[in-house]
DNA sequence: GTCTATATCGTGATAGAC
DNA sequence: GTCTATCACGATATAGAC
């Protein structure tokens, strides 16, 4: 009758536990992490607040739980830097936008730009993950002069256009076409990387 | 025997009021709107908490005084587009990174791009500026198509350095050098204006 | 002009009933 | 597994002494 559950919970029980990890993505991406209360994300999931601290324990803990995006940049990375490589800026901007289509990429990466600006919780983890993980791994991958400065310029380009586009919303980049930018913003990547 | 004052402070006193806004901009730059404390604010400006509060009344109150850089698009925009326009690209990036050079601005810059992404009290903020002061300045002085969508695009640009270099502190564009950014960054957008 | 003392509220977190 | 009740703390903000 109840519908078959994967490989998971152990025994019987409800949605709660991931309900509340949906929430605090949200809460934490509109609020920044100082901003947000448990009471706000236990509302928003429609659970009691020590629900929460039962499942997940300290704030921090469960901000931790919520980052935690398994960005595989070990496998992303050489898709697309693998391929013709005239048009490697528009495929990094393509597969960017495309990513944010859905809707919990974007919640997560919102969630992510919002507290990795915001303050001492967040942004040690994006400046990790950002050089030590994603930067490396492009530079090492290219055979030019300068490559950690190129990854480096790149991401600040994808990074502006995704505050722009997604955190601000701001117009016209918020409701420009994919294409559009594809076409606008690839070229400068393209240029940060081989000119 | 005190230094002269000039046109300002009516009587007597001191100069904490501008300690305390100093600390303010400072203290919001560091730890986002909600993360900083008005004792906090108080201690780094060696006054009393309570002393904030008769000056600026309450904590929005405050921020929106630190917040009030007095920057003038009306001028600077107008400024910098004028003159050889095939450097245009070059002169904004040299003209937005030689400012941050000085302390005063670098942090009521950085104190503005944290608190602007960090929650709702900032992003209005910012992004009116954008949206109502800068942008349309710069989009109608541009005789090109896409008037708008070109300047958008040249912010998300400049905001995206203006993080990596200032806000993050992510190597090596943290550390390069002003000619070394002009030289990369410029073209871009030189292109997004006028390609 | 400055600080002490305090009122009031909302937070994260815990213990324990059901 | 879930919620009620509550603790301990720190926050903003105010009243008033000096």
């Not at 990890?21 to 020590?50: K, M």
């Not at 039962?54 to 935690?68: I, P, R, S």
């Not at 955190?167 to 070229?187: C, E, H, K, N, W």
């Given at each position: 009758?109840s519908k078959?559950?994967g ?9 709660s536990?991931s ?20 009471r706000?994300?236990a ?17 921090a803990?469960?901000f931790?739980e ?9 496998v992303?990375?050489p ?12 495929r ?11 809707d ?8 992510l730009?919002?507290?990795?600006v915001g ?5 040690p ?8 993980e ?6 090492g ?9 190129r990854?480096d310029l790149?991401a ?7 505050m722009i586009?997604y ?10 076409s994919i ?7 690839g070229?400068t990547?393209?240029?940060y990387?081989?000119d």
């Amino acid at each position: 009758m109840s519908k078959p559950r994967g490989r998971g919970r152990p025994k019987g029980g409800s949605d709660s536990r991931s309900r509340i990890l949906a929430a605090a993505v949200d809460v934490f991406g509109e609020h920044g992490y100082e901003g947000t209360t448990i009471r706000e994300i236990a509302g928003r999931a429609g659970v009691d607040s020590a629900l929460v601290h039962h499942y997940f324990g300290t704030k921090a803990d469960l901000f931790a739980e919520a980052a935690n995006v398994p960005l595989r940049p070990d496998v992303v990375v050489p898709m697309i830097l693998s391929g013709p490589r005239e048009e490697v800026g528009a495929r990094i901007v393509r597969y960017v936008l495309e990513a944010f289509e859905d809707d919990r990429v974007r919640r997560r990466g919102v969630m992510l730009l919002r507290t990795a600006v915001g303050g001492k919780v967040g942004t040690p983890l994006i400046v990790g993950f950002l050089s030590r993980e994603l930067l490396p791994r492009v530079a090492g991958r290219l055979d030019v002069p300068d490559a950690e400065l190129r990854a480096d310029l790149v991401a600040s380009q994808i990074a502006g256009m995704l505050m722009i586009r997604y955190v601000l919303g701001v117009q016209p980049i918020a409701g420009a076409s994919i294409d559009d930018l594809v076409g606008r913003v690839g070229p400068t990547i393209q240029r940060y990387l081989f000119d």
